[in-house]
């Protein structure tokens, strides 16, 4: 059975501040890795996904990669603003018909 | 092009009444999720619809929890009775193929259950 990880839980850093959030996941047949952003009281937005056969995926200052035998995943923002602040999910999907598993999330608040 | 609705989206009721969530999926979407977030805890898969008909129920907690996607386009989730510990959030997701795999999954804002 799939589980997902997520450290830390919360994080603060200052506006301008480079950071990565962890993921690891203990099942290491996934079919891919997706990074999604909550913010309060809305959806999940999707930001990045990785496939199993890829090892990162860039969006902006926002760079995901993938290390399958080691069964972790990390998030990097680059230059970090207020605007970031937000809940970070990582969701893994397995192969087969098996459902998306989350992590708890990376809560990131981001100080100007 | 709408996204995935959802309603309401806040929902307060007391211990032992009926709820029932309503999801809209994004036209065309034949696969459709519920997912749920309890405080402090992972959000949790509950049900995966292929058009009308369940693909897998496995993450559903038990019988109070009733959901149906009548003709293959909305979903409803009814829980009956309500309990304290249904309190939290319920997404619900929808995608083209199945889990997603080639494309995108879109989630709705989720609706907020509060049991009293």
């Known amino acids: 059975k799939q589980e997902v990880t997520q450290i830390p839980a919360a994080l603060s850093v200052p506006e301008g501040e480079n950071l990565v959030l962890n993921c690891s996941f203990t099942?290491?047949?996934?079919?891919?890795l997706q990074w999604f952003r909550q913010d309060p009281g809305k959806g999940l937005t999707s930001l990045l996904l990785i496939q199993s056969s890829q090892r990162e995926q860039t969006s902006g200052r926002l760079n995901a990669s993938l290390d399958k035998s080691s069964g972790r995943s990390t998030l990097y923002i680059a230059a970090s603003q207020p605007g970031d602040s937000a809940t970070y999910l990582c969701a893994a999907l397995n192969s087969g018909n098996t459902p998306l598993v989350f992590g708890k999330g990376t809560r990131l608040s981001v100080i100007a | 092009e709408a996204g995935v609705t959802q309603f309401p989206s806040h929902s307060v009721i007391e211990k032992g009444q009926t709820v029932t969530l309503r999801c809209d999926p994004i036209s065309g979407h034949d696969n459709l999720y519920w997912y749920r977030r309890v405080m402090g805890k992972e959000i949790k898969f509950l049900l995966h619809?292929?058009?009308?008909?369940?693909?897998?129920e496995s993450g559903m907690p038990n019988n109070r929890f009733l959901a149906e996607r009548t003709g293959g386009t909305y979903s409803t989730l009814k829980v009956q009775p309500a309990e304290l510990e249904d309190s939290g959030v319920y997404f619900c997701?929808?995608?083209?193929?199945?889990?997603?795999?080639?494309?995108?999954?879109?989630f709705g804002e989720g609706s907020r259950l509060t049991v009293l």
């Open positions: 997701a929808s995608s083209q193929d199945r889990w997603a795999r080639t494309g995108e999954l879109f």
């Open positions: 099942d290491s047949a996934i079919y891919n």
């Open positions: 619809f292929v058009k009308e008909s369940k693909q897998d």
